[in-house]
């Protein structure tokens, strides 16, 4: 590196970290994605020049549901074993949010001195990422659809990451989701080394395929894909009566590992990061240690205990990924008539500002379960009408829910606590800025 690349460099360096203090010392957040946004503009080049530097290689997680999870458990499974490992803990996975997350480990000169670099990587902007990074591993996770007015149709971001990981050397490493039809056939067309994921339990099949599904046709062919079974949205076990297309065989096999977290959508993010383990050359028993003890990232089944009660805080931010809350959820409601759910509805930049998405939820399901459901947030009038038709959907004479509207969040969370029993749970559905909210109200910061 000449030496006015090097001046530039921890220039640029220098002023992302006083800018880190300084938003930390006023308390205005946590500092995730100014720094890095500041310091871009002071040296275009920063990024490829970071990801230089990481000793063993650099991991891309991506996918629309799962990256957060994924991403701390496997740096927690490779910090367990002694390597130092860099990550945008935050959540901030967008390019000024990678910056920031890698100037926090590198010292006043711009080096960066870690064995792992393990970045959630957004859905959209892994092609531009690419454009700067050769990364050693790239976990695939799923594709849901998810902010339509900003990411447009499944399809089109597969057609954008084969594109993007072609040119890249084929001794990289993919990880994907067979259950996933689209990452499937995406695996089945790369020339890189491909490894995949997927569930083998049939006694977790849905009864029926839900309506937020998005990838029931083959990609190859275009016809109606055959499903044994769903586990969730449209993952599941399928083939193609036309062209032969079929959930890759060689899909890792779920039952052999265990998980912590609730929900069937955990599962998948937790042999999602054992198999990358294990291509590191983890062993099994210390991947299962690290598993048994893992506490979930903020927002994520997180669970905080609030004046003596129990809260878990579940982030729901499109059609799939509330669907499998409220699965979760019922699973664990269904025998408790007083259950207490606070759904809270956001429509800002962060959530995507068109809520119609909700129509596609199975709220029927929660309603169905009854208890107390409170509705706040932005959107309010938006969720509570969409529960009061799943009330006439399914029959008011057959639901003993109780609906309640808070448009203040405080009070919402308040009389959310107040109704909740102290034997039981509060759980609490935000989209992704309404989770800010609500843990900043509940634990007294923010995390953005």
């Known amino acids: 590196?000449?030496?006015?690349?090097?001046?530039?460099?921890?220039?640029?360096?220098?002023?992302?970290?006083?800018?880190?203090?300084?938003?930390?010392?006023?308390?205005?957040?946590?500092?995730?994605?100014?720094?890095?946004?500041?310091?871009?503009?002071?040296?275009?080049?920063?990024?490829?020049?970071?990801?230089?530097?990481?000793?063993?290689?650099?991991?891309?997680i991506v996918g629309t549901n799962g990256k957060t999870t994924t991403s701390l458990l496997l740096r927690?499974?490779?910090?367990?074993?002694?390597?130092?490992?860099?990550?945008?803990?935050?959540?901030?996975n967008l390019i000024n949010g990678l910056i920031t997350a890698l100037l926090v480990d590198t010292d006043l000169t711009g080096n960066l001195n870690v064995d792992y670099a393990i970045l959630e990587v957004d859905e959209n902007i892994l092609p531009l990422v690419l454009k700067d990074c050769?990364?050693?591993?790239?976990?695939?996770?799923?594709?849901?659809?998810?902010?339509?007015?900003?990411?447009?149709?499944?399809?089109?971001?597969?057609?954008?990451?084969?594109?993007?990981?072609?040119?890249?050397?084929?001794?990289?490493?993919?990880?994907?989701?067979?259950?996933?039809?689209?990452?499937?056939?995406l695996g089945q067309n790369l020339t890189q080394k491909v490894l995949f994921f997927g569930l083998s339990e049939p006694n977790l099949y849905l009864e029926e395929i839900p309506h937020a599904v998005d990838s029931i046709y083959c990609p190859s062919c275009g016809t109606l894909l055959n499903y044994q079974g769903v586990y969730l949205s449209h993952l599941g076990?399928?083939?193609?009566?036309?062209?032969?297309?079929?959930k890759n065989a060689t899909a890792i096999d779920s039952k052999d590992w265990g998980q912590i977290l609730i929900?069937?959508?955990?599962?998948?993010?937790?042999?999602?990061?054992?198999?990358?383990?294990?291509?590191?050359?983890?062993?099994?028993?210390?991947?299962?240690?690290?598993?048994?003890?893992?506490?979930a990232a903020f927002g994520r089944a997180e669970e905080l205990t609030i004046d003596d009660k129990q809260v878990r805080i579940l982030l729901s931010k499109n059609p799939v990924g509330m669907n499998e809350t409220i699965r979760a959820v019922n699973?664990?409601?269904?025998?408790?008539?007083?259950?207490?759910?606070?759904?809270?509805?956001?429509?800002?930049?962060?959530?995507?500002?068109?809520?119609?998405?909700?129509?596609?939820?199975?709220?029927?399901?929660?309603?169905?379960?009854g208890g107390k459901l409170i509705v706040s947030g932005d959107r309010f009038f938006?969720?509570?009408?969409?529960?009061?038709?799943?009330?006439?959907?399914?029959?008011?004479?057959?639901?003993?829910f109780e609906l309640i509207i808070q448009e203040d969040l405080g009070a919402a969370i308040a009389t959310s606590l107040e109704l909740t029993k102290k034997?039981?749970?509060?759980?609490?559905?935000?989209?992704?800025?309404?989770?800010?909210?609500v843990r900043e109200a509940l634990v007294g910061r923010k995390i953005l």
């Open 423 to 437: 034997e039981e749970t509060l759980h609490i559905l935000p989209t992704y800025s309404a989770m800010l909210e």
């Open 1 to 60: 590196m000449q030496l006015v690349d090097r001046i530039r460099l921890g220039l640029a360096v220098g002023v992302a970290k006083t800018v880190t203090g300084m938003v930390k010392m006023l308390r205005l957040g946590a500092a995730s994605v100014l720094p890095g946004e500041i310091s871009r503009r002071l040296h275009p080049r920063l990024l490829p020049l970071m990801f230089e530097q990481v000793k063993q290689g650099v991991i891309l």
């Open 76 to 92: 927690t499974i490779l910090e367990d074993q002694g390597y130092r490992v860099t990550h945008n803990s935050s959540g901030a």
């Open 331 to 369: 699973d664990i409601n269904k025998t408790k008539e007083a259950a207490v759910t606070l759904l809270v509805l956001n429509d800002r930049i962060p959530d995507g500002t068109d809520v119609s998405w909700i129509w596609d939820v199975d709220t029927e399901q929660l309603v169905a379960t």
């Open 237 to 246: 076990d399928y083939e193609c009566p036309s062209c032969g297309f079929a």
């Open 134 to 185: 050769q990364p050693k591993y790239i976990l695939g996770l799923n594709l849901f659809r998810d902010q339509l007015d900003r990411y447009g149709e499944v399809d089109t971001i597969a057609q954008r990451w084969q594109k993007a990981i072609a040119p890249l050397p084929t001794d990289t490493t993919i990880v994907l989701n067979a259950d996933d039809p689209t990452l499937n056939y």
């Open 382 to 400: 938006d969720m509570a009408l969409r529960l009061q038709y799943s009330c006439e959907q399914i029959g008011a004479e057959n639901t003993n």
């Open 263 to 295: 929900g069937v959508y955990n599962k998948y993010n937790t042999i999602a990061a054992g198999l990358l383990a294990q291509e590191f050359g983890i062993a099994k028993p210390d991947i299962f240690q690290t598993i048994s003890n893992f506490k």
